[in-house]
């Protein structure tokens, strides 16, 4: 299968100034195609025009500003419980902890990790929901021989220790998935790429492919559909997962060549890759609730806010906002389409009616210069 891991080096466009950013918002100029595959521009004040239907929602992208610069590929990013958040560089193996105003602190840098040279390295990280006590960050990572899952200790200035919780998750360039984070439930989930081997998202003995679920040890959690690690398959290379205000799993993924994909994720379903991109009629195979076209898309984290999903798009150069209403999801609206390059990571602040957004232009596709990628703060209203 070909790899389709994102789109190829190229300039882009300066980014606007913050005046020119305040300019371009109220002109509706930083909007962009609603829908799947639509490429019919529709301004801001057409967005706020059609906020709330069907599910009452009342919060869109209103205001956007930057929080921090001088990044090189950051790539997860977790709350601690003082408001500030912790956050990984792909290819320095760096974790820096970054307030709201903007003061970045290098608080570590994580051990046995090597690059692929492609899409692995230093991947997702999660602050226990135990910190105050356990002191425990959790992280994703390329090793020398696969992809691993650890537990480090953060005293509140540096990280220290090092064990290791999983092993054996296949790894390659391409296709590492990477995100982890903690669920409602209190356990913790993981993303899993196929490793460019298809073959291995539907192989229940592989953790490959997968969404992995377990308890803060790194063990099978219970209930698991399988009695293993894993919660769902057939996976091609997830990179975000989040929950909506129900408790519901919602997972954005890549596609091969024709089809990204937004699944709202439960316990032992299968996904359909290799055997479906998107949307198919194969028995046993679990439908996307969205889809994209890989140039529209190439999705990397998601986040729920306000009634609401946020994907961050790679080489679709965007923040797609797509409204939930139950298990049901809205019509996508694109923002900032093409204004700050590529994508990565999109949470929710603790407390706010606001995101964080950050871009990995200085990845390997991204055409520019280590120290390019920034962080921003998304208000919504």
């Known amino acids: 299968m070909a790899s389709h891991p994102h789109t190829p080096a190229r300039r882009r466009p300066p980014a606007l100034t913050a005046a020119a950013t305040a300019v371009a918002l109220a002109a509706g100029l930083l909007g962009a195609a609603a829908g799947t595959g639509s490429a019919t521009a529709r301004s801001e004040t057409t967005a706020r025009s059609e906020r709330g239907t069907g599910s009452g929602i009342d919060s869109v992208p209103s205001a956007i500003r930057t929080v921090s610069s001088g990044w090189t590929v950051p790539w997860g990013l977790s709350w601690l419980p003082d408001g500030s958040a912790l956050l990984t560089e792909r290819d320095s193996f760096k974790v820096f902890k970054l307030t709201q105003s903007g003061t970045r602190t290098q608080v570590g840098t994580v051990p046995n990790v ?26 994703m990572h390329s090793a020398a021989s696969d992809n691993r899952i650890v537990r480090m200790t953060y005293d509140g200035s540096s990280l220290s220790g090092y064990k290791v919780l999983v092993t054996g998750i296949a790894k390659n360039k391409y296709h ?4 982890i984070k903690f669920g409602p439930d209190g356990y913790l989930y993981a993303t899993t790429g196929d490793a460019q081997n298809s073959s291995l998202a539907q ?31 057939g996976h091609r290379n997830p990179q975000g997962i989040t929950w909506d205000d129900q408790g519901r799993l919602w997972e954005a993924e890549f596609g091969n060549s024709t089809y990204d994909e937004l699944n709202l994720i439960e316990s032992g379903k299968n996904y359909g890759w290799p055997t479906c991109e998107g949307t198919c009629s194969t028995s046993g195979m679990t439908n996307p609730k969205r889809q994209w076209t890989v140039s529209e898309a190439s999705p990397s984290a998601v986040a729920y806010a306000d009634g609401a999903l946020y994907m961050a798009a790679l080489r679709g150069e965007r923040l ?6 139950g298990t049901s999801a809205g ?25 964080w957004l950050s871009t990995t232009n200085a990845d390997n596709n991204g055409g520019e210069p280590d120290g390019a990628d920034k962080v921003f703060q998304v208000d919504l209203g």
Do not use: Q
Request: proline share 7%.
């Open 114 to 139: 090597v690059t692929t040279n492609g899409e692995g390295g230093l991947l997702g990280i999660a602050v226990s929901p135990n910190w105050n006590s356990d002191h425990y960050v959790y992280l």
């Open 176 to 179: 590492n998935g990477g995100r």
């Open 203 to 233: 192989d229940r003995n592989s953790l490959n492919g997968k969404i992995l679920r377990m308890t803060t040890d790194g063990k099978a959690a219970p209930g698991n559909p399988f009695g293993t690690l894993v919660y769902s398959l």
């Open 320 to 325: 797609w906002r797509i409204p939930v209403s």
């Open 331 to 355: 019509t996508p609206v694109a923002y900032y389409t093409s204004t700050y390059g590529r994508l990565r990571t999109v949470e929710k602040l603790p407390g706010k009616n606001a995101l």
